[in-house]
């Protein structure tokens, strides 16, 4: 997550000029915050799009994520699907 924060300041001249901020806030801060990992992220997902997603027995994302498995089963075996990777 990045966030920016502009504001004035003195310049020690006695002016105020623009300064900004920014703030870049990796994996580790969303769980102190007490949110999921990226890799805790995908079972949440899945399970939500089973149970509320599904269209004449199966939902858009569980295909997906079947065909994206046996992608990286034939091209990375062991291989463990990356959300970010997949939805990229």
Excluded: W
């Amino acid at each position: 997550m990045i966030g920016a924060n502009a504001h004035l300041m003195d310049d020690g001249n006695g002016q105020e000029s623009p300064t900004c901020r920014t703030f870049l806030l990796g994996a580790g801060f969303s769980k102190l915050a007490g949110l999921p990992l990226a890799s805790e992220l995908l079972p949440a997902v899945e399970n939500v799009a089973k149970q509320f997603l599904r269209h004449n027995g199966r939902c858009h994302l569980e295909s997906a994520l079947d065909e994206y498995r046996e992608f990286l089963s034939a091209t990375e075996p062991g291989e463990r699907v990356d959300i970010e990777t997949f939805g990229a």
